[in-house]
């Protein structure tokens, strides 16, 4: 258990960071299988525009590797 005062806020921090991190993480997996599963072109391109936007500020962030992020826009950019 967390005794110093530095610990116990690393602690409370650490845990804000990875519910964030879970969450923004989601709402990218979510963004990325809408793009697969759209079913008309307008559909399609609207769910694209928004997993890019979504995958660059993941890269920026560090989030997810900028090379992984440039891997997976390409591999949507097919589909």
Known sequence: MARSKQSVKRHRTDGIKRMRNRMKMSRLRTAMRKVR???????????????????????????????????IKSKLSRV
Request: proline letters at 6%; hydrophobic letters at 30%; charged letters at 35%.
């Open 37 to 71: 599963e759209a079913s008309s072109p307008e559909e399609k391109e609207a769910a694209w525009n928004r997993a890019q936007s979504l995958l660059d500020k993941a890269g920026r962030s560090r989030l997810v590797h900028p090379n992984k992020v440039r891997r």
